[in-house]
């Protein structure tokens, strides 16, 4: 194929990918080629008869690969955002290619040679800091990557992250047929009550999509505790929809969970670790794994102290409501709604039509981002995305000039996996020439059409947070792609999306976007004070859910050899993980269950979902700076900015933290927030 638009760097703004020309057609062929030229560049570096240099050998690599990064990026997000059988099936054949494409790089004796050799004269080559620190992280990857082992240990790795390569792409196809397939049909209207009037529009409309016109399709999302749980009156559909939940994805993906937990250790002893957590926490801000069972340890039995407190509660208010059943799994969420309900005077479904995803998006998220950075948000209908439902956004800065592009994915549909996530389709570069375009996908139920889409808390709370991961990448200002926007540590990344989270529920941010769709009439403030008061009931479970998880994740990943796996079946590992753990609490499941746990088998995250609450350590102690002193929030955001956003990964994280705060970071600001410390 000689006409490919990934062939040539696009000529759309920002180097935006030409969407109207990619068919699916053009994928494996710019694989192909991005692979081999990529090699024949790596190969131009090895055989230069002059001695390494920064120059012929640290930069030329991260000038290396354009067309491989191109298709690349844009193929896997369209793998999570709107897959087919044919990307599948590309993403099938690719995977362990690629993972065999990378082996070729950074087991490359000659290569690595011209790596170490500049790494050990480091301090002779008058580098600046950020390139001194580009050398170093090369330097880290390549060992981490297995550039010191012997040719026999070297052979076993590259078969190790072959069939890795293969493993995670299986878990994460299987995982989205698993849940499209657990989709609950209710045939019987009354069989809804609680929901409101969008939701079952929207369930009518999934069942015609089904064909099963007259009645109703109640599709999962990628959590255990699905949030139409909060609002169905009916406890035997809530039963249905969370054992279609839990139960989902647990036959293919269980078996393939603890292969790949197995092939993990294998690969992790082979590099010189106890086990795979070791070696992943080693090049994260945390560094040792004790050091993250000692924060989880802290936050363990007051989180679960906590929780039983609200069992008791939620159980009370059943009985007192004529319902003498014990409080299982699918009663928690309705329960507390009721709860909410009778002591907060919170209905969700009242609070809905203050929640229009425009409204939200314009006034709510770009307003805060305005007030904040002194950005502005302009969308570009005249841009075209790779779906309909995509819009495009550009974004300049306070002083008018453009920073980049911004996507919005916001619909949750058959072809979407689930949960939310921000993407990078080009990277900021100061040495390549190129503006960050990124992604938000989110899985907001779609309304039927002409129907305003109305959010629900949570809705808002994920816009707010993942455009915070975008900004990352707006803001980034580096010299090298190899520190671009959020290319920082895992337990790090989640930082600056979660400080966004913030800006949702400051009054001046909340009132300008919390409007009644009907009578434009804000939120009453009596009303969002009930709402912070209600909020804060329910973080017992909520802590309790996320732990699990965690730990869950945490159990596969600290198996010493793979040995130690022999025979093992996936659930009864998961129940006696949790059980260890002090989390067997069958009122509330983990967060996610090992056959759709995406973050940790088919995502990045494994032995890496603690990153959330570590980040929150940070995230937690910087919303108290930015309410304490005079500065305004405009000069704090600017400093914010500065020091923690747009350095990327080219600073160290921590010390970059402790430099803006002035201190080490804080954990009693955290154990406040989720209600384990008075």
């Given at each position: 194929?000689?006409?490919?638009?990934?062939f040539?760097?696009?000529?759309?703004?920002c180097?935006?990918?030409?969407f109207?020309?990619i068919?699916?057609?053009?994928?494996?062929?710019?694989?192909e080629r991005?692979?081999?030229?990529?090699?024949?560049?790596?190969a131009?570096?090895?055989?230069?008869?002059?001695a390494?240099?920064?120059?012929?050998?640290?930069v030329?690599?991260e000038?290396?690969?354009?067309?491989l990064t191109?298709?690349?990026?844009?193929?896997?997000?369209?793998?999570?955002?709107?897959?087919?059988?044919?990307?599948?099936?590309?993403e099938?054949e690719?995977?362990?290619?690629?993972?065999?494409h990378?082996?070729?790089?950074?087991?490359?004796?000659?290569l690595?040679?011209r790596?170490?050799?500049?790494?050990?004269?480091?301090?002779?080559?008058?580098?600046?800091?950020?390139?001194?620190?580009?050398?170093e992280?090369?330097?880290?990857?390549f060992?981490?990557?297995?550039a010191?082992?012997?040719?026999?240990g070297?052979?076993?790795?590259?078969?190790?992250?072959a069939?890795?390569?293969?493993?995670?792409?299986?878990?994460g196809?299987?995982?989205?047929?698993?849940?499209?397939?657990?989709?609950?049909?209710?045939?019987?209207?009354?069989?809804?009550?609680?929901?409101?009037?969008a939701?079952v529009a929207?369930?009518?409309?999934?069942?015609?999509?089904?064909?099963?016109d007259?009645?109703?399709?109640?599709?999962l999302?990628?959590?255990?505790?699905?949030?139409v749980?909060?609002?169905?009156?009916d406890?035997?559909?809530?039963r249905r929809?969370?054992?279609?939940s839990l139960?989902?994805?647990?036959?293919?993906?269980?078996?393939l969970?603890?292969?790949?937990?197995a092939?993990?250790?294998?690969?992790?002893?082979?590099?010189?670790?106890?086990?795979?957590?070791?070696?992943?926490?080693?090049?994260?801000?945390?560094?040792?794994?004790?050091?993250?069972?000692?924060?989880l340890g802290?936050?363990?039995?007051?989180?679960?102290?906590?929780?039983?407190?609200?069992?008791?509660?939620l159980?009370?208010?059943?009985?007192?409501?004529?319902?003498d059943?014990e409080l299982?799994?699918?009663?928690?969420q309705f329960?507390?709604e009721q709860v909410?309900a009778?002591?907060?005077?919170?209905d969700?479904?009242?609070l809905?039509?203050?929640?229009e995803?425009?409204?939200?998006?314009?006034?709510?998220?770009?307003?805060?981002?305005?007030q904040?950075?002194?950005?502005t948000?302009?969308?570009?209908?005249?841009?075209v995305?790779?779906?309909?439902?995509?819009?495009?956004?550009e974004?300049?800065?306070?002083?008018?000039?453009?920073?980049?592009l911004?996507?919005?994915?916001?619909?949750?549909r058959?072809?979407?996996?689930?949960?939310?996530?921000?993407?990078?389709?080009?990277?900021?570069?100061?040495?390549?020439?190129?503006?960050?375009?990124?992604?938000?996908?989110?899985n907001?139920?779609?309304?039927?059409?002409g129907?305003?889409?109305?959010?629900?808390w949570?809705n808002?709370?994920?816009?707010?947070?993942?455009?915070?991961?975008?900004?990352?990448?707006?803001?980034?200002?580096?010299?090298?792609p190899?520190?671009?926007?959020t290319?920082?540590?895992?337990?790090?990344?989640?930082?600056?999306?979660?400080?966004?989270?913030?800006?949702?529920?400051?009054?001046?941010?909340?009132?300008?976007?919390a409007r009644h769709?009907?009578?434009?009439?804000p939120?009453?403030?009596?009303?969002?004070e009930?709402m912070?008061a209600?909020e804060?009931?329910?973080?017992?479970?909520?802590?309790?859910?996320?732990?699990?998880?965690?730990?869950?994740?945490?159990?596969?990943?600290?198996i010493?050899?793979p040995?130690?796996l022999a025979?093992?079946?996936?659930?009864?590992?998961?129940?006696?993980a949790l059980?260890?753990?002090?989390?067997?609490?069958?009122?509330?499941?983990?967060?996610?269950r090992?056959?759709y746990?995406?973050?940790?088998f088919s995502?990045?995250?494994?032995?890496?979902?603690?990153?959330?609450?570590?980040?929150?350590?940070?995230?937690a102690?910087?919303v108290e700076?930015?309410?304490?002193?005079?500065?305004?929030?405009?000069e704090k955001?600017?400093?914010?900015?500065?020091e923690?956003l747009?350095?990327?990964?080219?600073?160290?994280p921590?010390?970059?933290?402790?430099?803006?705060?002035?201190?080490?970071?804080?954990?009693a600001?955290l154990?406040?927030?989720?209600?384990?410390?008075?």
């Amino acid at each position: 194929m000689t006409s490919n638009p990934f062939f040539e760097r696009s000529a759309l703004p920002c180097e935006l990918p030409s969407f109207a020309e990619i068919g699916e057609e053009h994928y494996l062929p710019a694989f192909e080629r991005g692979m081999a030229e990529q090699l024949a560049e790596v190969a131009a570096v090895t055989s230069v008869d002059e001695a390494p240099t920064f120059a012929n050998t640290i930069v030329a690599l991260e000038r290396s690969g354009a067309v491989l990064t191109r298709v690349s990026n844009v193929f896997f997000n369209i793998v999570g955002s709107d897959s087919t059988a044919g990307t599948d099936a590309i993403e099938a054949e690719v995977s362990p290619r690629l993972a065999a494409h990378w082996d070729a790089i950074y087991l490359d004796p000659a290569l690595f040679g011209r790596v170490d050799d500049l790494y050990r004269r480091k301090d002779e080559l008058e580098l600046d800091p950020e390139d001194t620190r580009l050398l170093e992280r090369y330097h880290i990857r390549f060992v981490r990557a297995g550039a010191r082992l012997d040719a026999v240990g070297q052979a076993r790795l590259r078969e190790l992250n072959a069939e890795l390569a293969t493993a995670a792409t299986e878990f994460g196809q299987n995982m989205l047929a698993a849940t499209n397939g657990a989709t609950v049909l209710v045939e019987h209207a009354e069989e809804l009550a609680g929901l409101g009037p969008a939701a079952v529009a929207a369930a009518a409309e999934n069942a015609r999509s089904l064909g099963q016109d007259g009645a109703w399709a109640l599709r999962l999302q990628n959590v255990s505790n699905q949030p139409v749980l909060a609002e169905l009156a009916d406890r035997a559909v809530r039963r249905r929809v969370m054992a279609a939940s839990l139960g989902r994805g647990l036959d293919d993906n269980g078996p393939l969970a603890v292969r790949m937990a197995a092939l993990r250790a294998e690969r992790a002893a082979l590099l010189g670790y106890s086990d795979h957590a070791a070696y992943v926490v080693a090049d994260q801000t945390a560094k040792t794994a004790a050091a993250v069972e000692e924060m989880l340890g802290r936050l363990v039995s007051p989180a679960v102290a906590n929780a039983e407190r609200e069992a008791t509660e939620l159980a009370e208010t059943m009985r007192t409501s004529g319902d003498d059943g014990e409080l299982e799994s699918w009663d928690w969420q309705f329960w507390s709604e009721q709860v909410r309900a009778e002591r907060f005077s919170v209905d969700v479904e009242a609070l809905r039509p203050y929640f229009e995803l425009e409204r939200v998006l314009r006034d709510g998220v770009f307003f805060a981002a305005e007030q904040v950075y002194g950005i502005t948000v302009r969308e570009r209908e005249d841009l075209v995305g790779y779906h309909p439902e995509v819009r495009i956004f550009e974004v300049f800065d306070a002083d008018g000039t453009a920073l980049g592009l911004f996507l919005g994915d916001f619909f949750a549909r058959p072809s979407k996996r689930g949960g939310a996530w921000m993407n990078e389709l080009v990277g900021q570069s100061r040495l390549l020439g190129t503006r960050p375009v990124v992604v938000n996908n989110l899985n907001i139920v779609k309304p039927p059409a002409g129907e305003p889409a109305l959010l629900t808390w949570d809705n808002v709370r994920t816009l707010f947070h993942e455009f915070g991961h975008a900004l990352h990448g707006l803001f980034s200002d580096v010299r090298y792609p190899f520190f671009a926007g959020t290319a920082v540590p895992r337990d790090f990344v989640e930082f600056p999306s979660q400080v966004n989270e913030m800006w949702m529920s400051r009054p001046d941010v909340l009132a300008n976007y919390a409007r009644h769709i009907e009578t434009g009439e804000p939120m009453p403030a009596e009303l969002v004070e009930r709402m912070a008061a209600a909020e804060r009931f329910g973080k017992g479970f909520k802590t309790v859910e996320y732990l699990g998880a965690t730990l869950l994740d945490w159990a596969w990943h600290r198996i010493p050899a793979p040995e130690a796996l022999a025979g093992t079946d996936a659930e009864t590992f998961e129940e006696q993980a949790l059980r260890k753990a002090g989390l067997a609490i069958d009122a509330i499941p983990p967060r996610y269950r090992t056959g759709y746990f995406a973050h940790i088998f088919s995502g990045g995250y494994a032995a890496g979902y603690y990153a959330y609450i570590w980040s929150e350590v940070l995230d937690a102690d910087t919303v108290e700076w930015f309410n304490e002193g005079d500065a305004s929030i405009r000069e704090k955001g600017e400093l914010f900015r500065r020091e923690l956003l747009s350095g990327g990964g080219s600073v160290d994280p921590i010390e970059a933290f402790e430099s803006f705060r002035g201190r080490t970071p804080e954990i009693a600001p955290l154990l406040i927030r989720r209600g384990l410390l008075d």
